[in-house]
């Protein structure tokens, strides 16, 4: 490692011992041993102390933070190693303590400004700080070698001679070492498995010679179970045969008295149907006549309140005429209320602006009362030296400011409670009054409306009436016809199965009519 060149700027000790804020070093021409002379507190020590890349001053044991006294504070320090060039630059703010730190080799970047950054990027090129200013750099005061613990020296060999290598490797084989004596154990388990079953071997073939024997003794039954199973078969299908014969034959006796049975419960069904069907006529041909007999109780009643469509129609105008005058004078004295509250409001606000601007008016013309009160032989421009006489002299003025603003109040005063009286309605009705013939007239208009809705259920009854009177003529029709169906399916019933099968219940289908 050869330095080359070192630039320090606001640094506590040159400025504060020598009065230098910048020092700039030009190390490429030094040659053998080098000597800093001066008197104590000039910054020799902080000069020798920073000709080394990383961030701390051994001798204090302080970092760089703690050494400067500007915000601009920097380090710049250049050296070659290896043949290869390399600069280390570390900024401080000395009032926030923030650092910036920079690394370039051969001119290339080896951060991005992090103070991590660099120091992991030194402690990769020269080694630790403890183990660099213990060999490479002395400083001043540092303690010898042979004064270091013994833990702390170990550790010094061990990154001096670069063991840390076989240390790593030590432990590799140490883990090594653990999972073969682990699996050395797994295969001796192993082992020991296999020697049982082994040993286990000859009870396993005898016990299969003796399965083999019993499977022998069971294919021989099994033999004989087949045999005995085909003999079976051939029984079975005999015995099968019989049942099939007898069952036909059972089979064509139970047909026959099915016939029969069915004959005389088809002519028993349609009997009952048609007896459903005759009561359900009956039933509704009772309903029916009740449903009239309402009906004409309904529009009689409706006959008692009739009155004509025109009357109604008149009636309904004259009502929304009275409603809608109603509704007006209700607006034009909804607009009277507001036009009074309004005149109260505004003559409210002049009088107390006229309130105002008269006692402001009474004090001017108090104040200018004073003028008159002046000794003739006094000379103005004297009295307009006192400040009593300035205030009367500027109060006579605006009081005849005010005066002016009082008449021309006054006179808008008049104009608008002129306008204000002139907006509100003059012998308008009670709202009381009025609000009840509105509420007589609304009533009597829903009476109206009922009565249209009574004269159209009226013509709907009507339609109803006719429509129950053709359905009792079609139900009395129908109860003729289940009359004659009946007389056919009794003399069906009495004289064996009719002609036909099921002809009597289809004339039954389709008679009834539909309820209404």
Not at 141 to 150: E, I, M, V
Not at 259 to 272: G, P, S
Request: proline content about 3%.
């Amino acid at each position: 490692m050869q330095l080359q060149h070192l630039t320090l700027r606001g640094f506590t000790g040159l400025s504060r011992g020598s009065g230098i804020e910048e020092l700039d070093l030009d190390l490429t021409q030094v040659r053998g041993i080098v000597v800093l002379v001066g008197p104590n507190g000039s910054g020799k020590t902080t000069t020798l102390e920073n000709l080394q890349p990383f961030r701390a001053l051994p001798s204090r044991n302080i970092g760089l933070k703690d050494a400067v006294c500007v915000r601009d504070a920097a380090k710049d320090l250049h050296f070659t190693l290896d043949g290869r060039h390399y600069r280390v630059l570390v900024t401080v703010d000395a009032h926030t303590g923030k650092s910036d730190g920079f690394l370039w080799r051969d001119e290339q970047p080896l951060t991005s400004g992090k103070i991590s950054e660099l120091d992991e990027q030194l402690q990769r090129l020269l080694g630790s700080p403890a183990w660099f200013f213990q060999s490479v750099f002395a400083a001043q005061g540092a303690a010898s070698l042979l004064s270091l613990r013994p833990a702390t020296r170990k550790d010094f060999f061990v990154e001096f001679l670069g063991l840390d290598h076989l240390q790593a490797a030590a432990e590799r084989a140490r883990q090594v070492a653990v999972f073969l004596e682990a699996w050395n154990a797994g295969l001796r388990a192993e082992a020991q498995r296999l020697t049982q079953e082994l040993e286990e071997l000859p009870l396993l073939e005898q016990r299969l010679a003796a399965r083999q024997q019993e499977a022998s003794a069971q294919e021989a039954a099994l033999s004989d179970a087949h045999t005995n199973e085909q003999q079976c078969h051939t029984r079975v299908e005999a015995v099968r045969r019989q049942a099939l014969q007898a069952q036909e034959a059972a089979h064509h006796l139970h047909t026959w008295e099915q016939q029969r049975a069915r004959i005389v419960a088809t002519a028993a069904r349609q009997e009952a149907i048609v007896q459903a069907e005759r009561r359900r006529a009956h039933a509704e041909s009772v309903r029916l006549r009740q449903t009239l007999t309402g009906l004409d109780t309904r529009m009689a009643a409706l006959g008692a309140q009739e009155r004509t469509a025109d009357e109604i129609d008149r009636e309904r105008v004259r009502l929304a005429t009275a409603i809608a005058d109603r509704e007006g004078e209700l607006q034009s004295l909804h607009r009277a209320t507001e036009a009074e509250r309004d005149l109260s409001q505004v003559e409210g606000q002049y009088q107390q602006r006229i309130t105002t601007l008269s006692t402001t008016l009474a004090e001017r013309q108090r104040l200018a009362a004073a003028l008159r009160s002046r000794p003739a032989e006094a000379p103005e421009s004297l009295c307009r030296g006192c400040g009593l006489a300035q205030a009367a002299w500027q109060a006579r003025d605006e009081a005849q400011t005010r005066a002016t603003q009082l008449e021309c109040l006054q006179r808008e005063h008049s104009t608008a409670v002129q306008a204000l009286r002139t907006a509100i309605p003059q012998g308008c009705r009670p709202r009381a009054a009025v609000e009840a013939e509105l509420t007589d007239a609304r009533q009597h208009l829903q009476v109206l409306e009922q009565l249209r809705v009574q004269q159209h259920d009226r013509a709907r009854l009507c339609e109803e009436r006719a429509t129950a009177e053709a359905t009792l003529q079609t139900v009395q029709e129908t109860l003729s016809r289940l009359n004659a169906v009946l007389t056919e399916v009794q003399a069906a019933a009495s004289g064996g199965p009719a002609p036909g099968g099921g002809r009597a219940r289809q004339r039954t289908r389709g008679v009834y009519p539909r309820r209404v």
